[in-house]
Antibody, heavy 116, light 106 residues
Framework: EVQLVESGGGLVQPGRSMKLSCAASGFTFNNYDMAWVCQAPKKGLEWVATISYDGSSTYYRDSVKGRFTISRDNAKSTLYLQMDSLRSEDTATYYCASLGGGFDYWGQGVMVTVSS | DIQMTQSPSVLSASVGDRVTLSCKAS??????LDWYQQKLGEAPKLLIYFTNNLQTGIPSRFSGSGSGTDYTLTISSLQPEDVATYYCYQYNSGLTFGSGTKLEIK
């Protein structure tokens, strides 16, 4: 069974950093591109970042470029999102997702609240 | 950036109805479109990829169609468990979700 389990969320002050993790199991992690998608409270879905299967290519939405870094450790089957210089508008539930045909598997999500 | 407009924003229908949800792109997206279902309090789920391909395990009452800028998700016979918000998503140029259609039972 495919499982994606996010961790690392919580309350953080504006301007500070937070690192999210997503532990994958049940599939060959290093064969898949992976992504982070976020959802602000009571809002729609927004793509955040994507990383290629081998980590050689990364892509970001404009609003997080230069502040967020997506990375992966294929030996640990784990995806990461390093979030720096956090802003109140980054408050959201963050989902990790695998990229098969579409975002075919999703984690349960982790909440990040940016507030003083 | 490509904008994705979903309509209606809220749809109320009866069990057994045929339901059609629309998604319009601001430019041609060459069928590079997926549909996702998100039930309250849950993670999204992939229903349809590349316009009309049913994801494994998804009931056959769901289908997708479209081309160019106009795309449709159809539920042939609405079931109570289909209550959810449905999002289209384009990956032809940039990556953009629509704003969603909330589907309710009348």
């Amino acid at each position: 069974e495919v499982q994606l389990v996010e961790s690392g969320g919580g309350l953080v002050q504006p301007g500070r950093s937070m690192k999210l993790s997503c532990a994958a199991s049940g599939f060959t992690f290093n064969n898949y591109d992976m992504a982070w998608v976020c959802q602000a409270p009571k809002k729609g879905l927004e793509w955040v970042a994507t990383i290629s299967y081998d980590g050689s290519s990364t892509y970001y939405r404009d609003s997080v470029k230069g502040r967020f870094t997506i990375s992966r450790d294929n030996a640990k089957s784990t995806l990461y999102l390093q979030m720096d210089s956090l802003r109140s508008e980054d408050t959201a539930t963050y989902y990790c997702a695998s990229l098969g045909g579409g975002f075919d598997y999703w984690g349960q999500g982790v909440m990040v609240t940016v507030s003083s | 950036d490509i904008q994705m407009t979903q309509s209606p924003s809220v749809l109320s229908a009866s069990v057994g109805d045929r339901v059609t949800l629309s998604c319009k792109a601001s430019q041609n997206i060459n069928k590079n479109l997926d549909w996702y279902q998100q039930k309250l309090g849950e993670a999204p789920k992939l229903l349809i990829y590349f316009t009309n391909n049913l994801q494994t395990g998804i009931p056959s009452r769901f289908s997708g169609s479209g081309s160019g800028t106009d795309y449709t998700l159809t539920i042939s016979s609405l079931q109570p468990e289909d209550v959810a918000t449905y999002y289209c998503y384009q990956y032809n140029s940039g990556l953009t979700f629509g704003s969603g259609t909330k589907l309710e039972i009348k």
